[in-house]
Nanobody, 127 residues
């Protein structure tokens, strides 16, 4: 099982980026995928997740209305569209999958239980 996150970069405040989380050696359709981030000097936090059954998603309050998570089943990839970026969105972003739990607030909060993690991709938002 592998997850590969990409798409990070440097963007000005107000700009947009789209992160990709490509799944390898398993069908990500059947499992919850979450995006997490860790800013310098801060703890990792849950940003959003998308469930396997109905594709329902949850968003942290800090990104609600600005970020959108989606699946491309043909590409076995989950995307994170980030709009109206703010300097406080600067962080390393990670995608992860959980083979047991559905997308939920406990999953976003207790991220240490995620089964597999991809390497992070750095997002830097300049003011």
């Amino acid at each position: 099982v592998q997850l590969q996150a990409s798409g990070g970069g440097l963007v000005q405040a107000g700009g947009s980026l789209r992160l990709s989380c490509a799944a390898r050696n398993f069908n990500s359709d059947y499992y919850t995928i979450g995006w997490f981030r860790q800013a310098p000097g801060k703890e990792r936090e849950g940003v959003t997740c998308i469930g396997s059954r109905d594709g329902s998603a949850l968003y942290a309050d800090s990104v609600k209305g600005r970020f959108t998570i989606s699946r491309d089943r043909a590409k076995n990839t989950v995307y994170l569209q980030m709009n109206s970026l703010k300097p406080e969105d600067t962080a390393v972003y990670y995608c992860a999958t959980d083979f047991e739990r559905d997308c939920s607030w406990p999953l976003l909060k207790y991220y240490s239980g995620m089964d597999y993690w991809g390497k992070g991709t750095l997002v830097t938002v300049s003011s």
